[in-house]
Nanobody, 119 residues
Framework: QVQLVESGGGLVQAGASLRLSCAASGRTFSSYTMGWFRQAPGKEREFVAAISWSGGSTYYADSVKGRFTISKDATKNVVYLEMSSLAPEDTALYYC????????????WGQGTLVTVSS
């Protein structure tokens, strides 16, 4: 059974940093793209960042470029999202995502971890 378990969320002040972790288990993710998405109250879920599990290529939403960094530890099957210079508009539920397309149709989601940034 595939599981993506996020951790590291919390309440921080504007300007602070936070690191989110996503522990992946239940299968091999070598052909997957691992990503982070977020959903703010009253808004749709949006893409934040992604990393290719095998090649390590990274992708970022314009809103987080230069502030957030996605990385992975293949030995531990963990994906990280380092967030710095946090702003109130970064407040959201952050979800870990594993996307097997186009190689497989499988897409997996974690339950989310809440990040709240106070002004």
């Amino acid at each position: 059974q595939v599981q993506l378990v996020e951790s590291g969320g919390g309440l921080v002040q504007a300007g602070a940093s936070l690191r989110l972790s996503c522990a992946a288990s239940g299968r091999t993710f070598s052909s997957y793209t691992m990503g982070w998405f977020r959903q703010a109250p009253g808004k749709e879920r949006e893409f934040v960042a992604a990393i290719s599990w095998s090649g390590g290529s990274t992708y970022y939403a314009d809103s987080v470029k230069g502030r957030f960094t996605i990385s992975k530890d293949a030995t531990k099957n963990v994906v990280y999202l380092e967030m710095s210079s946090l702003a109130p508009e970064d407040t959201a539920l952050y979800y870990c995502n594993a996307d097997g397309r186009p190689w497989t149709p499988n897409v997996y989601w974690g339950q989310g971890t809440l990040v709240t940034v106070s002004s």
